[in-house]
């Protein structure tokens, strides 16, 4: 693309012109309005709903009281009692996938087994009164994660609108937009703070002002304290995505970011001790990132769980073990490096898997330990320690519990919970200020005017093939902002031709 020229009478020879100032600003807020007008709804259901999910877990402490506690009181039984009465519950014809012993006195056992009956990724959960083995409730849970019946729902909203993998999509597209959309009004935030030069006045609302520029006051102050949680958001919730999740997948592949995951084949030629964290690199069973398969953290969809099971995908017949392997590999973990509350015991697969104990307390981010134990032998034949991890996975690992609301506890949840807040509300501020700038003369436009078009023929050729570059890059990575940034272009162009049809007439 070519700037406009201009003839200069006295040679008739012609000189491009300058480019105007201002073309980037332009294109900005173009874009920014663009992009909040159709992405909008999405980034507000994700935003609304995933504050929801941020407190589900207060929720059902109050909801599945009877499950999850439980008032007796006196020593707790061995694991093997407990696994004993929940598979005489079911009628010892499921088999475990795994036990979750109670954390702490006063919490029940969880004892989970595969149904065929359940749909992908959930299972049985037997909850178990750890001092009388009696059986205190009988639900479906969710994913590796566990998840309950009440947040599943919350979370299958938050990332698909419960229309299964065609709605992910949604939060997809949320996501991929919500770190550009943020990005692109802090950038117009500064252009409009250097020209105000008093940026100190813009970092809060000014109550002074009426109508749209009282709004606007809201939506810019607000937008500039949340935009490094929006890119946050942004950045971690791709990675749980369908199409922009497997280029995040690729990448980490590529740049060898991949997770520690402690290998359960009893049949490998190297020993534990030799193994260590290269030896254990690049055995990740979970989708090349943190749970990508199915938005690990929140319920461990499609049997993923940002590390958890380690790989082990199946389950172990009720009545191909000891129930008392579970208190023997307990302990042993125990001696290792398992030393938290909150545990998952994995029985092996099969005979030539190792049983697995694992960390899975969230509430701080170095909690991840497991073990691999031969219960045969009695012996460790591999290990995972936090410490493993490489940068870029501990930064992932942190990124995906923080996203949670889980790293931090109850802190975490509250932060989430405001951000979300603010971002729904910098939503409905956007649609606010397309009404108020409604033309007042003119009573059949129900709505503002968009940003000026043709902000790229003022920019030079070489700031055009960078939009352009950076454009097609992102849409590649990012394979939902090309599709829908292709549809704003076309959305723009018949607007443009309907406006100069109208101007005709």
């Known amino acids: 693309m070519t700037t406009p020229v201009s003839s200069l009478p006295e040679t008739g020879r012609t000189t491009p012109r300058t480019p105007r100032r201002g073309w980037f600003g332009q294109l900005l807020r173009r874009l920014h309005f663009y992009a909040g007008i159709f992405v909008g709804p999405f980034i507000l259901i994700a935003a609304l709903s995933g504050a929801l999910y941020a407190i589900s877990p207060q929720i059902e402490e109050v909801v599945y009281a009877d499950e999850l506690t439980t008032q007796a009181t006196g020593p707790v039984l061995p694991l093997a009692d407990q696994v004993a009465a929940a598979t005489t519950y079911t009628g010892g014809g499921e088999a475990i996938s795994a036990v979750r012993p109670a954390p702490e006195p006063g919490t029940t056992t969880r004892v989970m087994f595969e149904d065929p009956n359940l749909d992908e990724s959930e299972s049985r959960a037997i909850f178990i009164d750890p001092t009388t083995a009696e059986v205190k409730g009988d639900l479906t849970v969710y ?3 566990g998840s309950l019946p009440l947040r599943t729902w919350v979370d ?10 065609f709605g992910r999509y949604y939060s997809e597209l949320a996501a991929s937009w919500l770190g550009i959309i943020a990005v692109a009004g802090l ?14 006045v813009m970092l809060r609302p000014n109550m002074k002002h009426k109508g749209i520029r009282r709004t606007f006051s809201w939506h810019a102050s607000v937008g500039v304290w ?3 949680g929006m890119l946050f958001l942004s950045a971690t919730g791709i990675t749980w995505s369908q199409l922009g999740g497997d280029n995040v997948t690729k990448l980490r592949a590529a740049l060898d970011w991949s997770t520690p995951a402690v290998s359960t084949d009893l049949d490998r030629e190297s020993a534990m001790g030799e193994s260590g964290a290269g030896g254990q690199a690049g055995q990740e069973g979970q989708a090349g990132h943190e749970g990508q398969a199915g938005h690990a953290g929140h319920a461990g969809h499609e049997g993923h769980d940002d590390g958890a099971h380690m790989g082990q995908t199946g389950a172990t017949d009720a009545g191909g073990i000891d129930p008392a392997d579970f208190d023997m590999t307990l302990a042993m973990a125990r001696d290792i490096n398992v030393n938290t509350g909150l545990v998952e015991i994995l029985p092996p697969v099969d005979a030539d898997s190792a ?5 899975i307390q969230r509430s701080f981010p170095t909690e991840v330990d497991a073990v691999a134990v031969d219960a045969k032998t009695m012996e460790i034949t591999d290990r995972v320690d936090f410490s493993d991890y490489g940068f870029a996975s501990k930064l992932a690992r942190w990124g995906i519990d923080m996203h949670m609301g889980t790293m931090f506890g109850l802190a975490n949840q509250i932060v989430l919970v405001v951000l979300a807040i603010a971002i729904a509300s910098m939503v409905v501020w956007g649609y606010v200020m397309w009404w108020q700038r409604r033309p007042k003369h003119d009573p059949s436009k129900k709505f503002g005017v968009t ?3 043709g902000a790229l023929t003022k920019a030079s050729w070489w700031s055009v093939a960078a ?9 590649v990575f990012l394979p939902m902002v090309g599709i829908s940034l292709v549809g704003f272009l076309i959305v723009d162009g018949v607007l443009a031709m309907w406006a100069r049809r109208r101007a005709r007439r």
């Open 143 to 145: 994913g590796t994660s």
């Open 156 to 165: 299958q909203l938050h990332r698909s609108l419960h229309l299964g993998d």
């Open 187 to 200: 950038c117009l935030w500064v252009m409009r703070a250097r020209k105000t030069r008093n940026a100190s």
């Open 226 to 228: 949340a935009a490094i």
């Open 355 to 359: 049983w697995v104990v694992q960390e």
């Open 451 to 453: 940003p000026v078009r």
């Open 467 to 475: 939009v352009a570059l950076v454009a097609v890059g992102i849409g």
